[in-house]
């Protein structure tokens, strides 16, 4: 059975971090690409992050120079670092692991920026 999990989601001030981590089981980590989406409200999902298995990272403009992805292949675990957080980051954020045809997604975080 496939489980992701984000945590470290909450609330926090405009200019603050955060660091949201997840953990997968069931799926061959080393092997897919991880990427962190997020949802604003009133709005589509959006990619924020990914990062490859050979470690290559991709940013939307939106957070680019703000947010780090990062893996850790033995703790099967990818982590997204935000710094200088606006407002407009608020939005629930998902984790979602990808293998060839394959997709599986977390439940979602939820991250609020507001003073």
């Known amino acids: 059975q496939v489980q992701l999990v984000e945590s470290g989601g909450g609330l926090v001030q405009p200019g603050g971090s955060l660091r949201l981590s997840c953990t997968t089981s069931g799926i061959i980590f080393p092997l897919s690409t991880m990427a962190w989406h997020r949802q604003r409200p009133g709005r589509q999902r959006e990619l924020v992050a990914s990062?490859?298995?050979?470690?290559?990272?991709n940013y939307s403009d939106s957070v680019k120079g703000r947010f780090t992805v990062s893996r850790d292949n033995g703790k099967k675990m990818v982590t997204l670092e935000m710094n200088s957080l606006k407002p407009e980051d608020t939005a629930v954020y998902y984790c979602n692991a990808i293998r060839r045809s394959d997709s599986w997604w977390g439940q979602g975080t939820q991250v609020t920026v507001s003073s």
């Open positions: 990062i490859t298995k050979d470690r290559v990272t």
